[in-house]
């Protein structure tokens, strides 16, 4: 059937006027990173993620390897212990509650996979491609620490990027977790420090993970806290 051009630009300019608008918003988009252990590889990750997704002002990207402390994003990525997962959102992304954050790779086990194949398994490659305004550490829970050091990359070719630092929650020996981090710091004052001590867990829990609405509480606590930073 044909169609004359005054009727075929009557459809296709308004549509590509959109797309012109979308894409300028997209380019306007801030990126939020999320880097965490298995609370972020489960049921935490998912809903700290989904939180931050529904104030629909980022593109949202979170990594969670298994087992890791911040020494474990320094070097080359790998699933070594329990698992990984790389969770993606694009802020035009519609995400229903009973859908799971879409996961763009995920490994089991103690496979010693890349974390992050197409980036060689390189944090700095991450930063690269995204470029993220603000990163999300939530580590501090394993003993693996290696906290100056990831710091130094994240303000390597960023010296601004916001850092909000995700405690670990409330476990034995909770005051030598939080120590390190305070140890860093001194060097980086203005990491913002958002504590879980006080919202889960309790001092004779030596190791735990939260599933179903005890993940979705402590995650809208956390990002709730965070609300200055993030709005």
Request: glycine share 6%.
């Amino acid at each position: 059937m044909y169609f004359p051009l005054v009727i075929w630009l009557s459809i296709y300019l308004p549509f590509a006027d959109e797309l012109k608008l979308m894409e300028a918003d997209t380019n306007s988009v801030k990126t939020v990173l999320i880097l965490g252990d298995s609370h972020l590889v489960g049921d935490f990750g998912d809903a700290l993620h989904r939180e931050i997704h529904r104030l629909k002002k980022y593109h949202v990207i979170s990594v969670g390897i298994g087992g890791a402390g911040s020494y474990h994003f320094t070097g080359t990525m790998r699933t070594f212990c329990c698992g990984s997962v790389i969770r993606e959102t694009c802020i035009f992304d519609s995400i229903s509650d009973q859908t799971k954050i879409p996961i763009t790779e995920k490994s089991d086990g103690p496979s010693n996979s890349l974390v992050g194949q197409f980036f060689k398994g390189k944090l700095e490659n991450f930063l690269a491609h995204y470029e993220p305004e603000i990163v999300i550490v939530a580590l501090g829970s394993n003993y693996t620490n290696a906290h100056e050091e990831l710091m130094k990359i994240l303000r390597k070719d960023n010296i601004n990027r916001e850092v909000i630092w995700v405690g670990p929650m409330r476990r034995a020996n909770i005051e030598i977790r939080l120590y390190a981090i305070r140890q860093a710091m001194l060097k980086y004052p203005d990491i913002r420090f958002i504590s879980s001590e006080d919202i889960v867990g309790h001092d004779t829990i030596t190791s735990a993970h939260y599933s179903g609405k005890a993940a979705k509480y402590w995650a809208e606590k956390v990002v709730k806290k965070m609300d200055f930073f993030i709005h």
